[in-house]
Structures are given as C-alpha cells and as structure tokens.
C-alpha cells in the first residue's frame, strides 16, 4: 500500500507562518512603544502649576516642594504661576494636561473639593486628578482687626456675631475668592446663627489678610500665616476651627469651647497629578515628597502654614472623596452656586 505524503503547506499558509513571529514583534514592540516609559521618568522638567499669585499659601508649598523635589528627581522642578477664578485656571489646566508625570498641581482642598461643586462654569472634577500626597493640614483661625474689636468690644467669636445681629450686613469678612473654603465656612457660620455679613473676596488669603490688618475688613477665618501677626498684636485670634487647640496657640479657644459645635473645618494643601496617570511615578513622586520633611529649613516653612502630612495616595484620596460629600451637602443646603 503506498504511504500518503504529507501534503505541502500552501502558499497563504506558508506566508502566514513565516509572518507570524514578525507580527508578535511588531506588536511587542508597538506596545512598548506606546507605554509610558516609568523607569526612564523623568527625562526632563517637571512643572508644578499653581492657581494662585506668587506669595499665596498654595505658592509658598510649592516652592517649598520643588527644590528637594528637583534633588530627588535629577530634573528641575519649575513652579508656574496660573492665577485667576479661585485658582480654577491652573487647576483646570493640570485636568487637561497628558498624564505623564511632567505637570503637577499644587493646591488647596477649595480647588478640588468644593469650586466643581459651586462654580458653574467649571468643567473639571475631583475625579480628574490623581492624588500623589496631603503636604499640609490646618485649622483656620478667627481673626479680627484689634482697632475694632478694641472699639466695638469684640473680645470672643460670639461677640462678633452679636455686633453682626446688631449691626445687619455691616460685618465684613473677607477670603480668598468667592466658594473659597474660608468663603464657604464662614457663609455656613453666618447663616447658622442667622445674621447677615458681607463677604468681601480678594485674589488671595494673603491679600485678605492684608486687608483685616489694615482695618479695611473686620474679621476673617485666616490661615496659619497669621501667627506673627497675633504673636505682635497686629491681629486677634478669637477660635480656631479645630476640634482641639492649636499647640500654637493654647489660650485660644475651639469653635466648639466658643460655643458653635460641631464647627470643625480644616484646610489642606496636596500635590496631584492629571487622572491616569501612570501608579508607578505617583508613587515615586509620593516618595520624594515624603523626604521633604527630613530637611529641617523646609519643615519649617511648611510648618508656618500648618500641619506637615505628607499622606499617601490611597488615604489622600479618601479624604478627597469624603470632603467633596461633606461640602457637596453644605453647598446643597446653603444652596450656594456662583457663575
């Protein structure tokens, strides 16, 4: 019986075998090509954009950052000043920016938690950044004018709001923007012992600062910027928004112990990056930040502004989640909303 040869492969199926491993490589290698290359990061500057003036509390944390951060990196790390709309320009732009681990943001808990919810106009959301680390957290401080609280007797926050009962819309509070969350927190204050004040926004916290130190405003609820200037007289803390007192300032009373409970509002200031990008330079960019705090010059400066953290990606964005929850109800039943 004759035996059957094998028959031959035909000509399609022979140019696919032989095409088939260059297809595997091309593909391999398109593919590699295509993924970000995190070992290789970062092959040149990185930038840090923030949504305020140069000066401001955001601006200060950066610039603190970016020098250690420049170190550790091996590539510089610029600070780019992008103020205007409560710091939704700069923050709107890092939403938008290619995930690559090249454009940061550094910003305030109002920029992320609260303006997406308030600001019509404002396309971007909590869910557009990657949290990289919390740098700072604080209390803020209520502060008034001495020349005025000396003239109408203030001497404790619920002094100020009776000179606001007494005195409808003559109070005068200032901040950082309108739905900033120094805004959003004293409006809630206002409105929960019902008197009416008027709120008075500026660029920044520094420049409202600025005004309740030259008697331009009243009161405001200040950052930890203005610890000088009560340690010189220049400025009264009354309470602090803290659920315990400031180590900084131990004879001054909690909203709480002032007789507002459950009036506990604290402020932060994070590093984020654009949505997606890639875990491994998040987490890199978390390591490096955490070997900020082990420079003493720089611990310091951070520590003129509040409470260093340095709190990894996974807990930052939790907290993120729940502060934008927790406002979301406060804007509801304020209901605030600003164009």
């Keep these: 019986m004759a035996t059957r040869q094998p028959r031959a492969p035909s000509r399609r199926t022979a140019l696919a075998l032989c095409l088939a491993p260059c297809l595997t490589l091309c593909a391999a290698t398109a593919a590699q090509a295509q993924a970000p290359q995190e070992d290789k990061w970062p092959t040149r500057p990185v930038r840090i954009v923030v949504g305020f003036p140069a000066g401001s509390f955001t601006d200060t944390i950066a610039r603190?950052?970016?020098?250690?951060?420049?170190?550790?990196?091996?590539?510089?790390?610029?600070?780019?000043?992008?103020p205007g709309a409560n710091g939704a320009i700069g923050v709107g732009e890092v939403a938008r920016a290619a995930p690559d681990g090249y454009t940061l943001l550094v910003t305030n808990s109002s920029s992320i938690t609260i303006n997406p919810q308030i600001y019509k106009k404002i396309t971007y959301r909590a869910k557009d950044f990657a949290p990289i680390t919390m740098v700072l957290d604080a209390p803020?401080?209520?502060?008034?004018?001495?020349?005025?609280?000396?003239?109408?007797?203030?001497r404790s926050a619920k002094d100020v709001i009776a000179f606001a009962k007494g005195h409808p819309d003559k109070l005068s509070y200032g901040s950082a923007g309108?739905?900033?969350?120094?805004?959003?927190?004293?409006?809630?204050?206002?409105?929960?012992?019902?008197?009416?004040t008027t709120h008075v926004p500026y660029k920044s916290a520094s420049q409202a600062q600025m005004a309740v130190l030259s008697g331009e405003l009243d009161t405001q609820f200040d950052t930890w910027s203005a610890l000088p200037h009560i340690a010189s007289g220049k400025l009264v803390a009354l309470a602090v928004t803290a659920p315990r007192r400031m180590q900084q300032l131990p004879e001054v009373p909690t909203m709480a112990e002032a007789g507002y409970a459950d009036f506990d509002v604290t402020f932060w200031a994070g590093?984020?990056?654009?949505?997606?990008?890639?875990?491994?330079?998040?987490?890199?960019?978390?390591?490096?930040?955490?070997?900020?705090?082990?420079?003493?010059?720089?611990?310091?400066?951070?520590?003129?502004?509040?409470?260093?953290?340095?709190?990894?990606?996974?807990?930052?964005?939790?907290?993120?989640?729940?502060?934008?929850?927790?406002w979301g109800q406060v804007i509801q039943r304020e209901a605030l909303s600003l164009d």
């Design 271 to 326: 590093l984020l990056a654009p949505a997606g990008t890639p875990p491994a330079i998040v987490n890199r960019l978390y390591e490096a930040s955490r070997g900020v705090l082990q420079d003493a010059r720089i611990r310091a400066v951070l520590s003129s502004q509040g409470e260093p953290v340095m709190m990894p990606p996974a807990p930052f964005g939790q907290r993120i989640a729940k502060e934008v929850s927790d």
């Design 140 to 154: 803020f401080i209520l502060t008034v004018n001495p020349e005025w609280a000396q003239k109408h007797q203030i």
């Design 64 to 82: 603190a950052l970016s020098e250690p951060l420049s170190k550790s990196l091996g590539q510089p790390v610029v600070v780019e000043n992008k």
């Design 178 to 196: 309108p739905g900033n969350i120094a805004h959003l927190a004293y409006a809630a204050w206002s409105n929960r012992t019902g008197v009416k």
